[in-house]
């Protein structure tokens, strides 16, 4: 069965594949690719830094403790996880509830 023969030949290009084969328009590529990367990093950056914020926020004692989560949370996530735990909880019911088992 033989559909083509093999000796086709394109020498019709399409008129934008001047454009599209243009040193002007990868730069541009390049550019909206660096700047929505960007835009994501700084977007899940700020979303890294929440617990620190609110911490700061409402005065917490363990601000600087939240702040550390927060920071090595880069580099291993549960720490992250942590800090948001300890944004949640009520630390003086906490320590209520501590010193009522002891004693």
Known sequence: ?????????????????????????????????VAIFSWVAIKLWHLHSLPKYMAKEKGMHQAKLIFWLCMLGLIWKPLWVIAVIAIVTDWDKAQLWFKGTRS
């Open 1 to 33: 069965m033989k559909i083509h023969d093999t000796s086709l030949a394109f020498d019709n290009l399409p008129s934008v594949m001047v454009l599209l084969d243009s040193v002007a328009f990868m730069w541009f590529i390049t550019l909206v690719t």
